[in-house]
């Protein structure tokens, strides 16, 4: 079954939309309702095209085929008109109508209707227009009472195929040029296009999904279009955390009374969006900064099952890439998923970001504004005076802390938040937290890893040596080293295997000009632990280079009686003193070789000294 609407049951039955209803009223055709365009219009009627007089259907079937009928320039005339074009004129029928039930004369009729309808558009009437309309409508119907002041103009256009290519290779681009900036290229390059307004009708004509892809780029298309919703009921806490970076909207002070603008990064929990964990420094986001804040919501509010992260390369480190061994989504068992790319709608952290700047930021006297069009004009001043009014990073912080605490602890509006606040939605629906079991490899996994080689003063870290007795074994070898950017007092050393060695300290640099015993002790203790080291490397014999000469001379000797030559050249110290006397001794040993030991034959030597 075929459905149309009432107004185009009118245009079919060439009647009013008025008496169409009537006749709905009188059960005269098949109907149902349905809910209006938008859903906003309430219930609508919707007749059956099977219940319309035979005539009505053919013209329905020859108007989709295209074929000519005999009304078909008064439909036509009927399409071209709008909306309120169309209703102005169904309205003007039906006072004709009830003026001729009346039976009234026309003065009657004007004072009855002025009465009755103070609030009509038509309103007030006068025996003139009513005569006028109706002689309208006697000849041609309804569409005779059409205000077709520019009727002639509507669904046209005198703007050639050209021209328009032409204007739209101008307005559709991201230099967002004006109407009557592109219309003024065209009227040089056409000089009969038509007028400015005849563009700027036009225009509208364009998809607006058009207009933001082309004057705005993808990322306004993509935020412009529907997306999904996706209810949280089905999640617990710790299932899904969010992580992004916000450059705050604020003016604080660094450390050197620099104005500078701070870079905040938080993980969201995504059931209860309460702010996990957090972290504010000068520098731009990177990996480190990420790790830092990851760690932070573990310690505090234990390891969660997935992370949902951007596609900024800090969230592609080792740190959260899954193939890599000592990842933290690895060791963790933590699995990842990654966003759209510049899909902001992908991350509901977004929404905490407008809010921290609305509630948060606002408050202080260097807000700078969402953009420069939105700048106060105190913050157009330099950046020593800013500096003068500008809060401390620590003051800054310190109060950004406290903010957070009370966002978690504020009921929201959200969805699936039930009015309830973060910390509330997030306690009821947490179960089984998974606790980090050891905090030492919490703070392996978030440093940094870096490859070094073992020196003679240890490992080399930024700048500065690292030392462990452990590593005098490593001398001179590869090793895989472990430090966290916020304490480097220490480093994790592991072999090239990534077996764990030891936990080295940093050195302490003694100064030039000044030495004390504690520096002393420090050294000579370091020098032990190698003499200590290499004593388990001690070979079981003490050959000296004594027993190597006569051990030489010896066989030298046994050659010669043999009558073998010796085809080997040694370079041998020539032993000046007592020369006779080992000479002596070393012939007798060699008689009795087989008994005496050559230690025998140098001890002997040296008592006859």
């Known amino acids: 079954m075929t459905w149309i609407t009432t107004e185009g049951a009118a245009i079919l039955l060439n009647v009013t939309e008025r008496a169409v209803r009537k006749s ?65 004129a169904d309205r003007r029928a039906w006072i004709i109508e009830q003026y001729w039930h009346s039976r009234q004369s026309p003065d009657d009729f004007v004072t009855t209707y002025n009465t009755s309808n103070p609030e009509c558009p038509e309103y007030p009437l006068n025996i003139h227009r009513l005569m006028r309309w109706q002689g309208k409508y006697k000849q041609g119907g309804i569409e005779a009472l059409i205000d077709d002041r520019g009727k002639h103009r509507r669904g046209t256009s005198a703007i050639t195929p050209e021209a328009w290519e032409y204007f739209c290779s101008l307005f559709l681009t991201q230099q967002r040029l004006s109407v009557q900036r592109c219309w003024e290229f065209v009227k040089k390059a056409h000089p009969d296009t038509p007028s400015v307004s005849t563009y700027e009708r036009k225009v509208k004509t364009i998809p607006e999904y058009a207009i933001i892809e082309y004057r705005f780029g993808k990322k306004a298309l993509a935020d412009a279009m529907p997306s999904m919703l996706r209810s949280k009921l089905d999640i617990a806490s710790n299932d899904i955390w969010y992580s992004d970076h916000h450059k705050m909207d604020v003016f604080v002070k660094n450390a050197l009374g620099k104005v500078v603008r701070p870079w905040l990064t938080v993980f969201f929990d995504a059931r209860s969006n309460k702010v996990v964990g957090h972290k504010l420094r000068e520098a731009d986001p990177n990996a480190t900064v990420v790790k830092q804040c990851f760690k932070q919501g573990i310690l505090s509010h234990g390891v969660p099952t997935e992370v949902y992260f951007d596609n900024g390369k800090d969230y592609r480190s080792k740190a959260f890439n899954a193939d890599y061994p000592l990842s933290l989504v690895k060791q963790l068992g933590v699995g990842n998923i990654y966003a759209t790319p510049y899909n902001a709608k992908a991350k509901s952290v977004e929404r905490f970001f407008g809010t921290l700047e609305d509630r948060f930021n606002r408050l202080w006297p260097t807000y700078l504004g969402r953009d420069a069009k939105d700048r106060p004009e105190s913050m157009r001043a330099s950046n020593d005076k800013i500096a003068k009014i500008a809060p401390t990073m620590q003051e800054y912080e310190a109060a950004l802390t406290a903010y957070i605490e009370e966002y978690n602890n504020t009921p929201s509006s959200g969805q699936d938040m039930g009015g309830q606040a973060p910390n509330t939605v997030y306690n009821k629906n947490l179960s089984n937290p998974r606790q980090i079991s050891d905090a030492t490899a919490l703070d392996i996994l978030c440093g940094t890893f870096a490859e070094r080689i073992v020196g003679k003063n240890g490992a080399q870290v930024l700048s500065n040596f690292y030392w462990d007795d452990a590593l005098i074994a490593h001398r001179n070898k590869k090793i895989i080293v472990s430090y966290l950017p916020e304490n480097i007092d220490k480093i994790f050393v592991f072999t090239a295997d990534m077996t764990l060695i030891c936990e080295a300290k940093a050195n302490t640099v003694t100064p030039y000009r000044t030495t004390t015993e504690d520096d002393y002790k420090r050294a000579q203790k370091r020098k032990r632990a190698v003499r200590e080291h290499n004593q388990q490397y001690e070979p079981m014999q003490n050959v000296n280079v004594h027993s190597l000469i006569a051990m030489n001379q010896l066989e030298e000797k046994q050659y010669s009686e043999r009558g073998e030559v010796n085809t080997t050249t040694q370079v041998v110290p020539v032993i000046q003193k007592n020369n006779r006397k080992f000479k002596e001794i070393a012939e007798a040993g060699c008689r009795d070789l087989g008994r005496e030991e050559m230690t025998d034959v140098l001890l002997k030597f040296y008592d006859a000294l």
């Open 24 to 88: 709905i009223k009188s059960d005269k055709y098949t109907i149902r309702r349905v809910v209006g365009k938008g859903g906003n219009s309430g219930l609508q009627y919707q007749i059956a095209l099977e219940s319309l007089p035979a005539a009505a259907q053919d013209l329905y079937h020859a108007q989709q085929t295209g074929q000519p009928s005999e009304i078909q320039p008064e439909l036509d005339i009927l399409k071209r008109t709008t909306g309120k074009q169309r209703e102005a």
